[in-house]
């Protein structure tokens, strides 16, 4: 059994630890909830169980269609062993309907489909509001290699063909999500998490959401919103023996 050692860090979601094995660490998941780069604060109960569920779901399927993760084995409730990655300074989100920051920049009233998905890029900066880069940007900061900006897009896009249709069988529409990535033995792998904290998930027959936008604009229900899609990610998991 891997033992939990020293706590590295401390994040908005998670709590990180060393192991008794140097390759790998825990992500602890929590319950505290932030928005609008931490200015907004408070507690979605049960929400680290949820999301180191989901996210183990979510891993396993990205696996077993050919993408490479950090995911080793969820040890708990909310306790998912990984490999430790040296993680890259830039966030790749994937949109495929405009909604929030989108919908406002670009002028699209929220729910407009998008005509293909669009690709963005953010620098992992909570002091300078995680602002957009390209890929000069990118290249300017050395955050990552050409290669690597490449590569991460075109996992981006193959993760969101899986989830995609996955969460279509469920009755869900993604609308967007958000990726972090690091290296492993000088390997791109996918790290971080999957989860209604890093996605937008809307409901295909009423349109509610079932996200963190819920807590956000303070809509209520928001722990009711993090169980359904639970409910349904374990449902069909089960039915294809990934959970």
């Known amino acids: 059994m891997v033992q939990k050692l020293e706590q590295i860090y401390e994040g908005k979601a998670k709590k990180i630890f060393t192991t ?9 998941f929590k319950d505290d909830a932030t928005a609008f780069d931490g200015k907004k604060k408070g507690q979605i109960g049960g929400k680290g169980l949820v999301n180191a569920q989901i996210t183990t ?11 490479r993760t950090h995911f080793r084995k969820l040890l708990d409730d909310r306790n998912m062993l990984t490999d430790r990655l040296d993680m890259l300074a830039v966030e790749v989100i994937v949109r495929n309907i ?15 489909p998008l005509k293909k998905p669009i ?7 909570d002091d300078l509001g995680d602002p957009f880069l390209n890929e000069d940007h990118i290249e300017e900061l050395g955050a990552a290699t050409k290669e690597q900006v ?20 469920l009755g869900i529409t993604l609308i967007d999500f958000k990726l972090e ?14 989860s209604p904290d890093s996605c ?4 295909k027959a009423t349109g509610e959401k079932l996200d963190k936008d819920r807590f956000r604009r303070d809509l209520g229900k928001v722990e009711e919103a993090y169980q359904e899609v639970l409910s349904r990610v374990k449902g069909i998991a089960k039915e294809v023996g990934n959970f």
């Open 98 to 112: 405009a909604a929030g920051s989108l919908a406002k920049r670009l002028g699209y009233e929220e729910g407009t």
């Open 181 to 194: 990535f690091g290296l492993k033995d000088g390997r791109l792998v996918l790290g971080d998490e999957i």
């Open 150 to 169: 490449a590569e991460m897009r075109e996992t981006g896009l193959k993760v969101n063909d899986v989830l995609r249709r996955f969460f279509d069988e």
């Open 200 to 203: 937008r998930l809307w409901d």
């Open 57 to 67: 779901a979510l891993f396993q399927l990205l696996e077993n269609q050919g993408v």
């Open 20 to 28: 008794d094995d140097p390759e790998a660490i825990i992500h602890e």
């Open 119 to 125: 690709i963005e890029f953010c620098y992992k900066r």
